[in-house]
């Protein structure tokens, strides 16, 4: 018993070197060893404590080791969930075989699979329970959405893997993929068939443990260990909470940007067609797979697909092009993978690529359009309005829609949230998962944060942030963007690009800034001062009007009103916290971006956060590579 216990604490010890290895790319491959080992001692670990009936102590030790561990795994699958590739190399291995005449590095895709086969691995021995909750929203979101047979399998069998709980997770399923189309259904139903007959057989010829009586949650009050180190999943925000972070690894710009210019397939340079139709705004689809550029009348999508594999040429492909009647002018367009949204003064059409027409149109009702954005899944597509009614008897009346466009299957009821004290959205933001929805409200420049629930059926209590209180203005001034950056410390801050007015320069100035985005989801309390920091080294800036943030290399890009780009390393506070300690920030060289109307989505980095893209109405795409110093 005594060496079970002492094998256990020196494998909670050992967890914390997978936190100091996972996040940088040249360790990360030996963080997923590590977890293997790990993972190997806690399934001896648990048969030695089934054989020989151990005492309570050591068990419930071995179950806080399990829960810890899922939560390391947890930590580094939700920085890869959303960089998932859409493909699993073939004869990868053997290629890089022959040309490095030795064992190769895994890519990302069987990285990814490597972390799925952990999570498979522990749960041949746990009950589901233990999974924390983010980590199976992810995995429900992987089996639904995933074009990777070898990635859905992985999570079909990530849920049945313990005999004991099979049953009630084979209903779980069967309850998730009704969300599907019915071919969809009828597809991963079958797969659900197949790896429970797998599984029942393996188990029935003895090649594979069935456990009866999985490991369960560990209760509620930590075990102390001789280590010092205290284990427990804390349940509520503590406001006296530590925000310190670990320290951060830097990143640098990789080489001089590369530089195309978005050709029609006839060979005519875009710049040709613009003579006929200008273009006043342009954005980029979150995976940066996609452009879009319109005008008040026009609008036209283009795939640069290409650019994330070859830096030296773009698939140059038009795939939507509409011109609006003049009744409908364009205010705001959005693009995901497979849809465009258009807000115009009337109505907002959700335009689907696949059938290159409008699926669904939502009228404004006498509201005008303020702000958009969107958020695509393999099931629903999140259209995200927010509307302004002027010359009211309170000056402005805002409010914020959430709709939710169930792909092949219609329109839910959208989810209405009214903006207090005569205010309207200026920008809205949705966080890569989806989770955390940003509104900027344009009188006074309040940042408010949302945390979705339900299934985007309901939104939690916000957050109502002001930075500095001043006198209420409708200009476009104060917070321009704002982009969700998750720590290594797997906390969440919002980071903030501000374009100062006159009156903010005579107050001392209201420069970008961190915000860090308290747990938990249901109720958001606003966080301590000290881990509140400003970014004054864009004090000499002009206006900036986007921003993006990359948790791969820890970069915070900037584009100024006169079209320059700037990137500005991030560091942990010592008081807690996000900033940088770097004096200036540096200036992208032969980058210029210029929009008369600049989109919040002109700048964006990729869906791995490894290379930055620009885009401008003149359809020129700058692409910006990074690496680790």
């Known amino acids: 018993v005594g060496g079970q216990y002492n094998n256990i604490q020196q494998m909670l010890k050992g967890l914390d070197e997978i936190s100091n290895i996972w996040h940088r790319p040249r360790t990360r491959y030996k963080a997923l060893c590590i977890l293997q080992e790990y993972i190997r001692q806690a399934t001896s670990a648990f048969r030695s404590t089934v054989d020989a009936n151990s005492p309570e102590e050591v068990t419930k030790g071995l179950a806080i080791f399990t829960s810890t561990l899922l939560s390391k795994i947890d930590e580094i699958f939700a920085r890869e969930f959303y960089a998932s590739p859409q493909s699993l190399s073939r004869n990868l291995h053997r290629h890089l075989a022959a040309f490095h005449r030795g064992s190769p590095n895994l890519d990302r895709s069987y990285y990814f699979y490597g972390l799925l086969d952990c999570i498979t691995q522990v749960m041949s021995f746990t009950d589901v329970g233990m999974l924390p909750h983010r980590l199976v929203g992810r995995l429900e979101q992987l089996l639904l959405t995933s074009r990777v047979i070898e990635f859905r399998w992985k999570t079909i069998e990530i849920f049945l893997s313990c005999s004991s709980t099979r049953p009630s997770q084979r209903r779980r399923l069967q309850a998730c993929i009704e969300a599907l189309s019915p071919d969809g259904e009828r597809v991963i139903s079958q797969e659900i068939d197949l790896i429970q007959k797998h599984l029942n057989d393996d188990e029935a010829n003895g090649w594979r443990l069935a456990c009866l009586r999985p490991l369960e949650s560990p209760a509620e009050n930590p075990i102390e260990f001789d280590t010092g180190l205290i284990v427990a999943m804390p349940d509520t925000f503590d406001a006296d909470v530590s925000w310190k972070e670990r320290s951060i690894p830097r990143s640098e710009i990789k080489e001089q940007p590369v530089t195309h210019l978005v050709r029609l397939s006839q060979g005519k340079v875009l710049k040709s067609m613009l003579s006929k139709t200008s273009y006043n705004s342009a954005g980029l689809s979150s995976d940066c797979d996609r452009i879009y550029l319109h005008s008040e009348k026009d609008v036209c999508v283009y795939d640069i697909a290409d650019a994330q594999d070859d830096a030296s040429s773009i698939n140059h492909q038009q795939i939507y092009n509409n011109r609006f009647a003049n009744s409908e002018r364009i205010m705001y367009v959005a693009l995901s993978a497979s849809f465009l949204v258009v807000a115009t003064i009337k109505q907002t059409y959700i335009i689907e690529f696949s059938v290159k027409a409008i699926v669904k149109a939502l009228p404004n009702n006498e509201y005008n359009p303020c702000a958009l954005a969107v958020h695509e899944t393999g099931v629903h597509l999140i259209v995200i309005l927010g509307l302004c009614r002027e010359r009211t008897s309170v000056a402005y009346q805002g409010q914020v829609r959430i709709y939710k466009y169930l792909i092949g299957r219609g329109m839910d009821t959208p989810t209405t949230v009214v903006l207090p004290e005569a205010d309207c959205p200026k920008l809205l933001y949705i966080e890569a998962n989806g989770t955390i929805i940003c509104c ?60 100062p007015s006159r009156e903010r320069y005579d107050n001392l100035g209201e420069w970008s800034f961190s915000i860090p985005i308290p747990e938990p989801q249901n109720v958001i309390q606003e966080p301590p001062a000290q881990t509140i920091h400003n970014f004054e080294q864009f004090k000499r800036n002009r206006a900036l009007v986007a921003s993006a943030v990359s948790e791969t290399h820890n970069v915070f890009a900037v584009l100024e009103e006169t079209g320059k780009i700037y990137i500005l390393p991030l560091d942990a506070h010592e008081d807690g916290g996000i900033h940088s300690d770097d004096e200036e920030a540096i200036e992208v060289p032969a980058s210029r971006i210029i929009q008369a109307r600049p989109s919040t989505t002109c700048l964006r980095f990729d869906s791995g956060g490894e290379r930055l893209f620009a885009v401008d109405t003149k359809g020129k795409v700058v692409i910006i590579e990074f690496q680790e110093t």
Request: aromatic share 10%.
């Open 440 to 499: 900027v409200t344009r009188i006074h420049n309040k940042l408010l944060v949302w945390k979705t629930e339900d299934e985007f059926t309901t939104v939690g209590q916000s957050l109502a942030f002001v930075k500095n209180s001043y006198a209420p203005e409708s200009q476009e001034t104060g917070i321009t963007s704002a982009s969700v950056y998750q720590s290594l410390s797997n906390r969440t801050y919002m980071l903030c690009a501000t374009s």
